[in-house]
């Protein structure tokens, strides 16, 4: 396909990737505004968009029955490499609790299977775990209005952990402390309300202001340490950032648009693997610098993703793994 204008979303998408990998390697530590400004809006972003498309296809739906042709097939599309990926990452983490001597082999199992009820098998997959499950929530509630409720309910259930008194220990403090789909979903259900609208909630002018009135309104209330509104306030930004994103084009072609988009899924699927071994590596080497992990593992993981989008992005197993 010839070159024609694009939006700026796909490279927004690999660079909050990277963001998630530097909340990950707990990079730049020292730098607040990093993380509170910038690497909080990650997974909001993630989510955002991925609402967004799956709304557009869900605006697009002739019928009930189209509507929950759409969402089974997204489902499906997920659920794959999710069960991959959640096997891999279930079985490292528990041979590295017993190798770090941090738990037994049945104490590491119990703790991880508990670990992927309430949360996910671990390597980040927690945003896709809630992802299906609030995709057997629309299945349930199939209409729109129940999309609208449902996006209410989680804005609700989005304040629970910040005023809730977490216990010391036991279930209630895992959940109450884990990405879970009850805090969460509220992004992706509201990616979705706006992809069904289409673009004319997407006004880039409009976004710039919602995303500067928003950040203000951030700075004041962290300044005040208020943090109940924290998931409310950054999916606006992350709806309004999306939009700003949406609403700017450049000169790329379609098939670059799709590599970087391509490049961004294998870094999420992939990163924590990196992690790990970088880690075991600079352990070795006894080096205890959080930034030089997260470089290392960035080098790896771009070099990696280019690789693997290039030599085998048409293998079976290329598509079982990054949902291609």
Not at 74 to 83: D, E, M, N
Not at 91 to 111: G, I, N, P, W, Y
Not at 237 to 243: D, E, H, R
Request: hydrophobic fraction near 50%; proline fraction near 2%; charged fraction near 15%.
């Amino acid at each position: 396909m010839k070159d024609k204008k694009m939006s700026l979303v796909d490279p927004g998408k690999l660079f909050f990737a990277i963001c998630v990998l530097g909340i990950h390697t707990h990079a730049f530590p020292d730098s607040t505004i990093v993380h509170s400004y910038i690497f909080a809006l990650a997974v909001p972003f993630f989510f955002i968009c991925s609402g967004y498309f799956l709304g557009a296809k869900i605006g697009r739906a002739a019928d009930i029955s189209d509507y929950r042709q759409t969402l089974k097939k997204y489902g499906r599309h997920l659920a794959v490499p999710y069960i991959i990926w959640g096997v891999w990452y279930f079985c490292l983490d528990t041979a590295l609790k017993v190798v770090s001597r941090e738990m037994t082999f049945s104490q590491s199992l119990k703790s991880m299977a508990l670990r992927w009820l309430v949360t996910s098998p671990g390597g980040g997959l927690w945003y896709i775990q809630a992802i299906l499950i609030i995709i057997l929530l629309l299945l349930i509630t199939d209409k729109k209005s129940y999309r609208i409720v449902l996006t209410v309910i989680f804005v609700g259930l989005s304040v629970v952990p910040s005023v809730a008194v977490i216990p010391d220990q036991g279930v209630l403090k895992l959940i109450l402390e884990s990405h879970t789909f009850l805090w969460d979903s509220l992004y992706f259900l509201a990616g979705i309300l706006i992809g069904e609208k289409g673009t004319q909630w997407l006004k880039r002018n409009i976004c710039i202001c919602v995303f500067a009135v928003t950040l203000l309104i951030k700075v004041v209330l962290l300044a005040n340490n208020i943090l109940w509104f924290n998931r409310i306030v950054n999916m606006i930004m992350a709806a309004a950032l999306f939009g700003i994103l949406f609403g700017i084009t450049a000169s790329v072609s379609y098939e670059r648009s799709l590599q970087i988009r391509r490049w961004s899924t294998i870094i999420y699927f992939t990163h924590m693997t990196v992690k790990y071994g970088v880690n075991i590596g600079l352990g070795m080497l006894k080096i205890d610098k959080p930034n030089i992990g997260f470089a290392i593992s960035l080098i790896i993981l771009l070099i990696y993703a280019v690789i693997v989008d290039k030599y085998a992005r048409n293998k079976k197993i290329y598509k079982l793994l990054y949902a291609a």
